[in-house]
């Protein structure tokens, strides 16, 4: 069983669009964070949440922690080709000592 | 700056042969150190870390090791590889305990391992 469950998988749009993608689980976490992913590529860092109710934005980029701090979600505005790869969720629970637990990812796909 | 150096980048390996991946990290003292392995771009499954020089956490059982023989370096080994140990290899360092609520991990360009 997956601790952290992201949607869609796989995600192609046109440039221009609005999307979101969601990152859920059943366990609590005391942080989650988004990577960017590009093919060949290692993971980097976009931003980490940490409080239920936290919303943080990067230019065209925000994010948002549930309120349980159970789930998270990214939205990008009017997405980019730029903004194509793959976008993973990872969370420190908050149950007791564990290392970062990383989802399976959704691989996006802006079109100009 | 931290940088953080992986090689090879790209590996062909027949099954039954040794293997050895390694990792620096410049630009910060006692780093934690991790190695992940993502199978057809998705996911990333932690394999070791490190928290010092010889230090060495295992999180699943296989047929890799690792080692830390210095503060800033890392290395993945194998005896001897099977095909299942095909995959993208990641290195990552840390400057947060693992399981910290501020952990980052900032990530070599990793090695991708074909065995055949």
């Known amino acids: 069983t997956q601790l952290l469950e992201q949607s869609p998988q796989f995600l192609s749009i046109q440039e221009g669009e609005n999307l979101t993608v969601y990152c859920n689980s059943s366990s609590v976490f005391s942080s989650l964070q988004w990577y960017r992913q590009e093919p060949g590529e290692g993971p980097v860092l976009l931003v980490t949440v940490v409080t239920g109710g936290e919303v943080k934005k990067l230019k065209r980029l925000t994010f948002q922690f549930g309120d349980a701090r159970k789930d998270s979600s990214l939205h990008i505005t009017a997405a980019q080709p730029g903004d194509t790869g793959l976008y993973l969720c990872a969370g420190v629970e908050d149950s007791g000592y564990s290392t970062l637990t990383f989802g399976k990812g959704t691989m996006l796909l802006v079109s100009p | 700056s931290q940088t953080i150096h992986q090689w090879p980048a790209t590996l062909v390996q027949p099954v039954g042969s040794p293997l050895s991946l390694e990792c620096t990290v410049e630009g910060t003292s006692n780093p934690n150190l991790y190695w992940y392995r993502q199978a057809a771009g998705r996911g990333l499954q932690l394999l070791f870390y490190?928290?010092?020089?010889?230090?060495i956490s295992s999180e699943v059982p296989q047929n890799l090791s690792a080692s830390r023989p210095q503060d800033r370096q890392f290395i993945l080994s194998s005896k001897k590889l099977l095909l299942s140990d095909s995959g993208f290899y990641l290195c990552?360092?840390?400057?947060?305990?693992?399981?910290?609520?501020?952990?980052?991990?900032?990530f070599g360009s990793g090695t991708q391992l074909s065995v055949l």
């Open positions: 490190s928290v010092g020089i010889g230090q």
């Open positions: 990552a360092w840390s400057g947060s305990d693992p399981g910290a609520t501020n952990e980052k991990l900032f």
